[in-house]
């Protein structure tokens, strides 16, 4: 357990990908199994077992501990885990202060049996509720901090570090030169400590047998079209275009495991399992195949806006009232499989016409094909993207991002290959805003002044002020970034720990124009209004502060997205 | 009428002065006779008339005010007894960095010790904690709460010697205080048989030479030159923790973040400085600690200088001892003290200066 701890502790410490996925493959290396297997488990959010409820662990924690040196210890530190797991009286103590100790307050029982991650999921997966805290206790005993940090993230169901399930299994298939994918194929129908897996991938023993029969690939993604200039390099006839529709991309996957029983998955981009939030999309994958398209929110056929959307992905519990209010669509852009058969290296227009085909086959109301969009020239395509509604999308022109672009004979190609595939989005908003605070990034930009948190005018008790309306770190080169963090560095009026203020006000501070797709309500900021995708798209060293825009600019296009069709019955949504 | 311990000492704007004997103990601001417990620049302040001090404390001011930081230096030996005015003081090893010492001030058998900073784990480059039994004990409490229990230093190394391990192709830099803690880092890698050279920023270099004339081995510690930073794949440098944020690091390749304080204990300590391997390694006694050396002094009653007063202040009160806050300002500034907002570590300017001139 203190191993997988460390572990943990350092992937939560660590920005760069490739360094996690070092430290994860460095761990499964060097640890047998099943623990490997159960770590993997938990990193996969694979386990199950009995939580502990915070109430709980206080309530040990002020058996042993002066209840107002706990409080003030917890105040400090903030975390309830990390403060039971700093403050918990362990074993843990150098040992050259044992020693001493032992001499002078008497510390000097044998070291207790440290238990490995493997025992406690084992013992949590069987033990009965009452016997939770006696466990906990004695676990919390023998544990260093560290380990007693992650017991307790993991037992209260917090196990956050920052490490998708994806990454976890990169590092594993990377143990025997597999790539994710390989892994991702042979996933499903295992369960922690996954022996035969690390087996397999070890050179030790055949594929599990336990084919997925619903597994998550990869998707395919696209690179951007900066300008129309881009496009001239391209050869009209040899693209088609689709919309590009302002929900979530996700597969939806059916196949029959060994018994013969139906698997439906919904998967999000990433390969993360969805199924559970979306019962009424799984229940529409009645198939064998696996389509790849958008996630919609659909109220009289008409797409919602994707601040409707987010109002379901919002919510934890999924209730029959949610799922009538918030009803989930799939919109089909491709077929990646079907009746057990692997599509991907298909040339696209022939899996499109396999899609169209396969769609009208299941003839299901959650699902349909996202329709292509006509064009013979660059401008017409141009036009179509300047109004969709003009072009067949009609109603939903305001859930249309832009216009996607697929090669012809492109193959299905995971990751983000140059070429085969762009996305040509529609213009983004441009708003002028003043820089109002800037916090050091992260990784290689952890000594870099990178995060801006942006303002503009509205009117306030005392005349115009600025109210900080977003935050965004990208849009810069390099050398910008490198610009504006010496203006920062040079126009600071406050700090905050890792936070600065700059100088601003109507004739003083910087004007950073920003582009973003869309506004949404919010109560998190003092605005009352969140961007969605912000950010900088030039730097307005030139421009005075006063002409920065107001917040009015903001208003009007909310205003304008929210002309949606309220949920049925009740009309009580709204975020 | 008995003598009573505010007799001895009581706090003035400059700090705890002892009126039987005429002098201040680490006072904040210049006065006419001072007695300095260790050299990180809250304590031992330049522009005293007369300064009685370890004779490291007084080479450790000389190396950082320059030869003229006071008007008269007198030089304390560990042990011995000297008589100051009506008061008799004595110097006794404080184990918080070289020279570093507690004082202790008797006067008709009453006994007041003002610890300074002190800690009780082991440290290569200084003298062990001496426990120095007294009437009245006045204690830090920088790490005062009971979360704060420092691990093992040997395996805090390790983990740094195991990310090198892992990262051969990146440089790590290590944030620590230039006097006292860089050197306890270079002397624990040392001991745990680390021998290639640990590179040092230029603004440690002063202090980690002196620290070598005082007969610390070190080993070798070239100073960073700035165009070789590129170079430095797989490196271990050291430097002031302002300089893990600043443009200095960025050159080195791919830098790994580390800071070696007891602040790193908390992960949001940790993070808000933008740490990526936290140390926890502190020259300051954590909370097992400062409740086993009041306990050990056998005091009836504590004051408590700076840090978290209140929970060793509310410990105190359960083991029946009579504790009070004094609140002292201007304390906490240098080594470990808790950092407010960026405060005097943080100010890249001030750190790039120091670059440029030390």
């Not at chain 1, 910087?510 to 798209?537: C, D, N, W, Y």
């Not at chain 2, 790490?143 to 093992?152: A, S």
Request: hydrophobic share 40%.
């Amino acid at each position: 357990m203190n191993d997988f701890a460390e572990l943990l502790d350092r992937l939560a410490y660590e920005p760069r990908r490739n360094a996690k996925l070092r430290l994860l493959q460095d761990y499964f290396a060097r640890t047998p199994d099943p623990e490997r297997g159960y770590a993997l488990g938990a990193m996969t959010d694979s386990l199950s077992f009995r939580e502990a409820k915070p109430a709980l662990i206080r309530a040990l924690v002020e058996a042993r501990i002066d209840p107002v040196l706990f409080r003030l210890s917890h105040n400090y530190v903030g975390d309830l885990a990390e403060t039971t797991a700093l403050i918990w009286p362990g074993a843990d103590a150098p040992p050259a202060e044992v020693e001493e100790r032992a001499a002078g307050i008497g510390h000097n029982n044998p070291p207790p049996h440290v238990p490995s991650l493997a025992e406690v999921v084992e013992t949590l997966g069987t033990i009965a509720k009452r016997d939770l805290p006696h466990h906990l206790a004695r676990w919390l005993d023998a544990l260093d901090e560290t380990g007693r940090w992650a017991l307790l993230k993991l037992v209260t169901g917090n196990l956050r570090v920052g490490v998708s399930a994806r990454l976890a299994k990169t590092a594993v298939g990377a143990l025997g030169g597999h790539d994710a994918d390989a892994v991702e194929q042979v996933w499903h129908g295992l369960s922690p400590p996954f022996a035969g897996l690390f087996a397999w991938v070890e050179g030790r023993a055949e594929r599990p047998e336990t084919l997925n029969p619903a597994p998550f690939r990869p998707p395919m993604l696209s690179h951007p079209i900066e300008e129309e200039a881009d496009l001239e390099k391209l050869e009209p006839e040899a693209f088609s275009a689709e919309w590009k529709w302002d929900g979530i991309r996700v597969q939806l996957v059916g196949g029959r495991d060994r018994e013969g029983a139906q698997v439906a998955r919904v998967y999000s981009r990433t390969g993360e399992d969805i199924t559970a939030a979306f019962p009424d999309l799984a229940e529409a994958v009645t198939f064998a195949g696996s389509l790849d398209g958008e996630l919609l929110i659909l109220r009289e056929d008409r797409v919602q806006s994707f601040n409707v959307l987010q109002q379901r992905l919002n919510r934890k519990a999924v209730t029959p009232k949610l799922l009538a209010e918030f009803p989930a669509h799939v919109r089909a852009y491709d077929l990646l499989a079907a009746d057990g058969e692997d599509l991907r290296e298909t040339p696209f227009a022939e899996r499109r016409a396999r899609l169209e085909a396969f769609v009208a086959g299941l003839d299901h109301a959650r699902i349909d094909v996202s329709p292509l969009v006509p064009f013979a020239s660059w401008a017409d395509l141009a036009a179509a993207r300047a109004d969709p509604a003009a072009v067949g999308a009609g109603l939903d022109a305001d859930a249309i991002e832009g216009v996607m672009l697929k090669r012809c004979s492109s193959l299905y190609l995971p990751g983000r290959p140059k070429g085969p595939w762009w996305k040509w989005k529609r213009e983004p908003h441009i708003v002028d805003t003043v820089m109002m605070y800037a916090q050091r990034g992260h990784g290689k930009r952890s000594s870099f002044y990178s995060d801006y948190t942006f303002g503009v005018w509205r009117a306030g008790p005392e005349g115009d002020e600025l109210v900080p309306v977003g935050k965004c770190y990208h849009g810069f080169t390099d050398a910008e970034l490198a610009k504006l963090d010496r203006y920062v560095r040079n126009h600071t009026t406050k700090r905050f720990g890792p936070v600065r203020e700059v100088e601003y006000g109507p004739d003083k501070g910087l004007v950073l124009e920003i582009a973003f797709e869309g506004v949404q309500r919010s109560t998190r900021h003092k605005s009352g209004v969140a961007m969605r995708f912000p950010r900088v798209s030039r730097i307005r060293w030139d421009k005075p502060p006063l002409e920065a825009d107001r917040i009015d600019v903001l208003e009007r296009i909310l205003a304008r997205g929210e002309r949606e069709i309220a949920p049925g019955r009740t009309g009580e949504e709204n975020g | 009428m008995p003598l009573r311990a505010s007799d001895l000492l009581t706090l003035t704007p400059a700090g705890l002065y002892c009126p039987l004997g005429g002098f201040h103990v680490d006072p904040t601001r210049p006065v006419e006779r001072a007695l300095i417990t260790h050299g990180h620049a809250d304590h031992a302040r330049a522009g005293h008339a007369h300064v009685l001090a370890t004779p490291e404390t007084l080479r450790i001011m000389a190396v950082r005010y320059g030869e003229d930081f006071c008007g008269h230096r007198q030089e304390a030996a560990l042990g011995e007894t000297i008589r100051i005015g009506a008061v008799s003081v004595r110097f006794a090893p404080a184990g918080h960095v070289l020279g570093s010492a507690q004082i202790a001030i008797e006067r008709q058998g009453v006994r007041v010790v003002v610890s300074g900073d002190y800690k009780r784990a082991a440290d290569p480059t200084c003298l062990p904690f001496e426990v120095v039994p007294c009437d009245v004990f006045i204690t830090e409490a920088t790490f005062g709460l009971p979360v704060f229990r420092h691990p093992d230093t040997r395996g805090e190394v390790r983990r740094l010697l195991e990310s090198v391990r892992l990262f051969p192709e990146r440089a790590h830099i290590v944030g620590a205080y230039a006097l006292g803690k860089a050197q306890r880092v270079m002397a624990l890698l040392r001991e745990e048989g680390f021998d290639r050279p640990i590179h040092l920023h230029g603004a440690m270099e002063k202090l980690t030479a002196l620290y070598k004339r005082e007969g610390v081995d070190l080993g070798e510690t070239p100073r960073v030159v700035a165009e070789e930073r590129k170079t430095l794949a797989g490196a271990v440098v050291l430097c002031p923790p302002s300089a893990i944020q600043d443009l200095w690091s960025r050159k080195f390749p791919d830098p790994v973040t580390c800071f070696a304080s007891g602040w790193m204990r908390v992960r949001a300590r940790a993070r808000q400085k933008g740490v990526e391997l936290p140390l926890v390694i502190s020259d300051h006694a954590d909370w097992p600690d400062l409740c086993r050396t009041i306990r050990e002094t056998g005091a009836g009653e504590v004051w408590v200088t700076h840090g978290q007063e209140d929970a060793l202040v509310h410990w105190c009160g359960t083991e029946g001892i009579r504790a009070k806050p004094l609140h002292l300002l201007g304390y906490g500034d240098d080594g470990e003290a808790e950092p407010h907002g960026e405060g005097p570590h943080g100010d890249e300017t001030a750190a790039a200066r120091s670059e440029e001139t030390a």
